[in-house]
Nanobody, 116 residues
Framework: QVQLVESGGGLVQPGGSLRLSCAAS????????MTWHRQAPGKKRELVAHIGWTGRVTNYEDSVKGRFTVSRDNTKNTMYLQMNSLRPEDTAVYYCEVTIGATTYWGQGTQVTVSS
């Protein structure tokens, strides 16, 4: 029943911006911490950002601090990732994630490519 659907990825030039969305359903969205992960070519999946129940508490991977902003709208069951000042090393598939009890759920991923 839990479903996470990412959108908003695409091709962008270095220094550009993208806004990713994660539409969630099948659970009480506001009760759960949500995260963004990414997996770049040849690398393991890594945590990019996480956000608490109300959006007050956020944490970021060091390389994206000051450039990415995670937010959520609990009235829309949607989490966002605003990505600014994008770099080629940000190129990856970005995944939305929630852990409910002992089960981790992932979206299908959305491709972000940063290239000139």
């Amino acid at each position: 029943q839990v479903q996470l659907v990412e959108s908003g990825g695409g091709l962008v030039q270095p220094g550009g911006s993208l806004r990713l969305s994660c539409a969630a359903s099948g659970f009480l969205f506001s009760d759960y911490v949500m995260t963004w992960h990414r997996q770049a070519p040849g690398k393991k999946r890594e945590l990019v950002a996480h956000i608490g129940w109300t959006g007050r508490v956020t944490n970021y991977e060091d390389s994206v601090k000051g450039r990415f902003t995670v937010s959520r709208d609990n009235t829309k069951n949607t989490m966002y990732l605003q990505m600014n000042s994008l770099r080629p090393e940000d190129t990856a598939v970005y995944y939305c994630e929630v852990t409910i009890g002992a089960t981790t759920y992932w979206g299908q991923g959305t491709q972000v490519t940063v290239s000139s």
